[in-house]
């Protein structure tokens, strides 16, 4: 008696899984037929099933080819020095290099090239200054010129400061000066502290100098780039406000 109702059990599955495989055989081929009539009509695929195994040979086929044109094209041109110092292939094929020489080790100390972990990080205010002399800025508030929230002050300018113990204080910046603060720009600030429910108002000015050189290498095809290299633009990344993203251009 048992074997018999296996038996049957097991028949009885079989049908099933003939028919399922039935159905889906039948699916394939209503979607191929669907998919010929569509490329000939002209109508766009919207879907994987319609992509006929002709048309992903062709397509990588197309692949190939232009992996074949980039090879040649990579082979003829000359690569970017990979030292500092080279010039750097801004809008080619080829990759950049970004780190700087070790320095020679003589008897009598380290020569050139920049040494690394000799420089400690800025703290928040003067009194945590690394070795460098370098610190961020608390920007001050002013609380009287608009009631009921801090109102600050900040101008962009152009400056000069030493970035490593290895190098002069010669090296070019853009940034914000804090106007009731010292006026003078720091690398990284200042930094507004703000309270939560309480308004912040900031006026930036402009205050770099006119028709003064930029300089970093700047693509003008970029839109607005061409327009000065006083420009500059603002932005605020996203946050909980009525308005989230915000950007504004200042001129000069």
Known sequence: MLNWRFTKRLSQLTLVSTVLLVSVSQGRAQTQS??????????PCTTMRCVTSAQRQAAAARAAARRTAFAAQKAVRPAALP????????????????????????????????????DT?????????NNLGQYIPVAVKDTTSYPGSDYYQLAVVGYAEQMHSDLPATTQLRGYA???????????????IAQKNRPVRVKFSNQIVANSSYFLPVDTSIMGAGMGPTRFQLFREPCRT???????????
């Open 83 to 118: 030292t500092p110092g080279g010039t750097p292939d801004y809008f080619g094929i080829y990759p950049n290099y970004a780190n700087s020489p070790l320095p020679t080790i003589t008897a009598t100390g380290p020569v050139g090239g920049i040494r690394k972990f000799v």
């Open 242 to 252: 009525p308005s989230s993203w915000w950007r504004h251009s200042l001129d000069q």
């Open 178 to 192: 804090d106007l009731a603060g010292d006026g003078k720009a720091h690398y990284l600030g200042p930094i507004i």
């Open 121 to 129: 990080l800025p703290g928040l205010g003067p009194q945590n200054a």
């Open 34 to 43: 669907a998919s010929q009539a569509s490329s000939s009509a002209g109508t």
